[in-house]
Nanobody, 127 residues
Framework: QVQLVESGGGLVQAGGSLRLSCAAS???????????MGWFRQAPGKEREFVAA????????IYVDSVKGRSTISRDNAKNTVYLQMNSLKPEDTAVYYC?????????????????WGQGTQVTVSS
């Protein structure tokens, strides 16, 4: 069974920062480095949306325009972990953030070829 476990969410004031982490594990998750990784989010009353994705090697990244310049996705293949550093947080960043694993960053960015989802971590930004 594959598990993607997110952590690092919480309550922060506008303008603050958070770093989300997602650790992958599981006997069938044979090679973490063979998956592109990414983040989605879902705000109350809204559809789930793509946030960021990173290629297997970490060389290529994609971001939704609303977080571009404020967020950085990175990965540590030795630790089977992907990170999302979010700076200059805004109240509209409030959402449950989900980690995903899939085929490639572009597919993740359009919501296709997603093999695994995490359970989510809550991020709340107060004004």
């Amino acid at each position: 069974q594959v598990q993607l476990v997110e952590s690092g969410g919480g309550l922060v004031q506008a303008g603050g920062s958070l770093r989300l982490s997602c650790a992958a594990s599981g006997r069938t998750f044979s090679s973490y480095a063979s998956y592109a990784m990414g983040w989605f989010r879902q705000a109350p009353g809204k559809e789930r949306e793509f946030v960021a994705a990173i290629s297997r090697s970490g060389e290529n990244t994609i971001y939704v325009d609303s977080v571009k310049g404020r967020s950085t996705i990175s990965r540590d293949n030795a630790k089977n972990t992907v990170y999302l550093q979010m700076n200059s947080l805004k109240p509209e960043d409030t959402a449950v953030y989900y980690c995903v694993a899939g085929r490639n960053p572009y597919s993740l960015s359009v919501g296709t070829s997603i093999d695994y989802w995490g359970q989510g971590t809550q991020v709340t930004v107060s004004s």
